[in-house]
T-cell receptor, first 109, second 115 residues
């Protein structure tokens, strides 16, 4: 069965430091992976998807099929990056999202 | 700001009761998915509707049911509420095309508390 694992529930870094949010997945098919973000008192929204190979708000994520990972990285964290981040895998006949349990990122001043 | 709206925002029900949650999809979207998010967990897929038909279902019992209307608004119904049904319920809409299912836009959620 498909599974998404985010090993860190909480992550704190200082402003300007690099940040990496870890995501590992288990899926027998060809994975389609996403990062969603939820800022305080806002709704869940898409941050980026691996097929686009894009950089959004300075964040990038590379799919590593060998390590079954899709870690989210940013070289210089900003205070406005503080939020809950969810890694998600699109699976199933309905192409639904399987989410990890999330990582709460806090960027300290 | 996305166009997905959910009502009500908060709800308290007693164990054994029934509840109906509502979702208004973003204009033009023909697919709606419902997710349950328990405290401290990521959202978990309940089911999806496409053009008024159930299109996929997660690991939830039959007392969780849904409807999608011709205007693509949607309802989630839960019968015989249990304490463990207390959670945030999220609705997400998207536009399914022959090319696949692109980005899902989420509503703000309904917080259901069962006492």
């Amino acid at each position: 069965a498909q599974r998404v694992t985010q090993p860190e529930k909480l992550l704190s870094v200082f402003k300007g430091a690099p940040v990496e949010l870890k995501c590992n997945y288990s899926y027998s098919g060809s994975p389609e992976l996403f990062w969603y973000v939820q800022y305080s008192r806002q709704r869940l929204q898409l941050l980026l998807r691996h097929i686009s190979r894009e950089s959004i708000k300075g964040f990038t994520a590379d799919l590593n099929k060998g390590e079954t990972s899709f870690h989210l990285k940013k070289p210089f964290a900003q205070e406005e990056d503080s939020a809950m981040y969810y890694c998600a895998l699109k699976t199933g006949s309905a192409r639904q999202l399987t989410f990890g349990s999330g990582t709460q990122l806090t960027v300290l001043p | 700001e996305t166009g997905v709206t959910q009502s009500p925002t908060h709800l308290i029900k007693t164990r054994g009761q029934q509840v109906t949650l509502r979702c208004s999809s973003q204009s033009g979207h023909n697919t709606v998915s419902w997710y349950q998010q328990a405290l401290g967990q990521g959202p978990q897929f309940i089911f999806q509707y496409y053009r008024e038909e159930e299109n996929g279902r997660g690991n939830f019992p039959p007392r969780f049911s849904g409807l999608q209307f011709p205007n693509y608004s949607s309802e989630l119904n839960v019968n015989a509420l249990e304490l463990d049904d207390s959670a945030l319920y999220l609705c997400a809409s998207s536009l399914a095309t022959t090319g696949g299912l692109p980005e899902a836009f989420f509503g703000q959620g309904t917080r259901l508390t069962v006492v």
